[in-house]
């Protein structure tokens, strides 16, 4: 670890100048991932028939401006914050699109709008920001105390919880910080609560989803969703946990949400390989060796979060990991060549997905937010 300073530099150069032409090259899309050429697609393409929540609805939409205004806190470029309005405006119209739009609204949101006010107190960013907090708001089922997971597409999910809306959950406290109105707190809190209580397994391991009866609000069952199966261990949804429960324990000073995020790290931290590479599940079997860097990424994220929070003396060994987590993907899973739009590859949307090992935009941002967070750089976007 007494390295890592002189190799958080190199990355970091590296990332500065690959985001300066991949940023410029893309700056009329919103990307989610690249083709077999290294070329971003574009969510706000109006020329693709797209459906009601993966154009410009899609829930990634908002870390392509969370990366740039990554680099906007770094360098102090305002091109970047110029290309990051380009997103923010277009995904104004969602709201039009009702249906589209979901417990997602957070990473949709936070990145782009909320992101924008903090750093330029752009008055219409305010407004986006707020509007979407309503809309999730909205979402609660006050029997239950949990955020409804997505809409009547197919399944019924009226009863439905998932672990990734720890991370949503931020617009909910930040619309309280900005208007002085604990209902918003209160919401995220409640639904916090009860994922505390529900997902998270003795052992430190979590659900990724959990159905209530909607109606008595009595637990029903969960399921393995984007993991290998029910019981299993989704990576990427212990890192939405570690995160997520740090997220809340950072904007509450709630000690338990602290302990929880740290029950969630201390099981991470005992599955991670020697090696940092992780998995898409901890429980999957050897092979196929599918891996998710994305996940990987995300827990990274929260371990380094939870290291701030704690004595020097209990902090080392969260950061540790975190670091060696990063190490793996800057030294074996990072493109910085002009080959590739996209630094992270490896990630892996679900375990039972068709297709693994793809770029994915979410990747870039949490590895690009991590590797700022060991330099101190940029004030917390969460
Ligand atoms: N929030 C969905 C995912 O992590 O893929």
Redesign the pocket.
Same mark, same amino acid.
């Given at each position: 670890m007494e390295q890592y300073e002189t190799w958080v530099d190199e990355v970091l150069v590296k990332i500065r100048n690959k985001m300066e032409w991949v940023s410029e090259k893309n700056k009329n899309k919103i990307p989610y991932r690249t083709d077999k050429n290294g070329d971003y697609d574009d969510r706000s393409d109006p020329s693709r028939k797209w459906n009601v929540d993966d154009g410009l609805n899609w *829930?990634?939409n908002g870390f392509w401006a969370g990366i740039l205004w990554l680099l906007y806190q770094d360098t102090g470029e305002e091109r970047y914050a110029r290309i990051a309005r380009i997103s923010e405006e277009r995904m104004e119209k969602c709201f039009q699109d009702y249906y589209g739009l979901h417990h /997602?609204v957070g990473?949709m949101f936070m990145p782009t709008a909320v992101a924008d006010y903090r750093l330029t107190a752009n008055p219409n960013s305010r407004k986006i920001a707020m509007h979407a907090a309503n809309l999730l708001a909205g979402r609660f089922n006050p029997v239950g105390k949990f955020i409804r997971a997505w809409n009547d597409m197919k399944t019924d999910t009226r009863g439905w919880a998932?672990i /990734?809306c720890m991370?949503n959950i931020s617009l909910l406290y930040w619309a309280s910080e900005e208007s002085g109105d604990p209902r918003f707190r209160q919401v995220a809190m409640m639904h916090a609560d009860t994922v505390k209580d529900n997902f998270i397994r003795p052992d430190g391991s979590v659900c990724h989803i959990v159905e209530f009866n909607p109606e008595t609000g009595e637990k029903v069952c969960s399921f393995g969703g984007?993991g290998y199966e029910e019981g299993s261990s989704w990576t990427?949804?212990q890192g *939405?946990a570690v995160y997520g429960f740090m997220i809340s324990y950072l904007h509450t000073g709630k000690k338990e949400y602290l302990d929880t995020a740290r029950r969630v790290a201390d099981y991470c931290v005992a599955q991670v390989p020697s090696d940092g590479i992780i998995p898409v599940d901890f429980c999957q079997p050897p092979e196929p060796a599918y891996e998710d860097s994305? #996940?990987a990424c995300?827990i990274a994220g929260g371990l380094l979060e939870l290291a701030k929070c704690l004595p020097e003396e209990e902090s080392g060994v969260y950061k540790e990991a975190a670091i060696r987590i990063l190490r793996a993907i800057a030294e074996r899973r990072a493109d910085f060549t002009t080959k590739c739009d996209a630094i992270v590859q490896n990630c892996s #949307?679900?375990y039972h997905s068709p297709e693994h090992h793809t770029t994915?935009n979410?990747a870039d941002y949490y590895f690009i937010e991590a590797i700022y967070k060991l330099k101190g750089i940029g004030r917390f976007m969460w």
């Amino acid at each position: 670890m007494e390295q890592y300073e002189t190799w958080v530099d190199e990355v970091l150069v590296k990332i500065r100048n690959k985001m300066e032409w991949v940023s410029e090259k893309n700056k009329n899309k919103i990307p989610y991932r690249t083709d077999k050429n290294g070329d971003y697609d574009d969510r706000s393409d109006p020329s693709r028939k797209w459906n009601v929540d993966d154009g410009l609805n899609w *829930w990634t939409n908002g870390f392509w401006a969370g990366i740039l205004w990554l680099l906007y806190q770094d360098t102090g470029e305002e091109r970047y914050a110029r290309i990051a309005r380009i997103s923010e405006e277009r995904m104004e119209k969602c709201f039009q699109d009702y249906y589209g739009l979901h417990h /997602d609204v957070g990473f949709m949101f936070m990145p782009t709008a909320v992101a924008d006010y903090r750093l330029t107190a752009n008055p219409n960013s305010r407004k986006i920001a707020m509007h979407a907090a309503n809309l999730l708001a909205g979402r609660f089922n006050p029997v239950g105390k949990f955020i409804r997971a997505w809409n009547d597409m197919k399944t019924d999910t009226r009863g439905w919880a998932i672990i /990734d809306c720890m991370f949503n959950i931020s617009l909910l406290y930040w619309a309280s910080e900005e208007s002085g109105d604990p209902r918003f707190r209160q919401v995220a809190m409640m639904h916090a609560d009860t994922v505390k209580d529900n997902f998270i397994r003795p052992d430190g391991s979590v659900c990724h989803i959990v159905e209530f009866n909607p109606e008595t609000g009595e637990k029903v069952c969960s399921f393995g969703g984007q993991g290998y199966e029910e019981g299993s261990s989704w990576t990427r949804g212990q890192g *939405w946990a570690v995160y997520g429960f740090m997220i809340s324990y950072l904007h509450t000073g709630k000690k338990e949400y602290l302990d929880t995020a740290r029950r969630v790290a201390d099981y991470c931290v005992a599955q991670v390989p020697s090696d940092g590479i992780i998995p898409v599940d901890f429980c999957q079997p050897p092979e196929p060796a599918y891996e998710d860097s994305c #996940g990987a990424c995300v827990i990274a994220g929260g371990l380094l979060e939870l290291a701030k929070c704690l004595p020097e003396e209990e902090s080392g060994v969260y950061k540790e990991a975190a670091i060696r987590i990063l190490r793996a993907i800057a030294e074996r899973r990072a493109d910085f060549t002009t080959k590739c739009d996209a630094i992270v590859q490896n990630c892996s #949307g679900a375990y039972h997905s068709p297709e693994h090992h793809t770029t994915m935009n979410y990747a870039d941002y949490y590895f690009i937010e991590a590797i700022y967070k060991l330099k101190g750089i940029g004030r917390f976007m969460w």
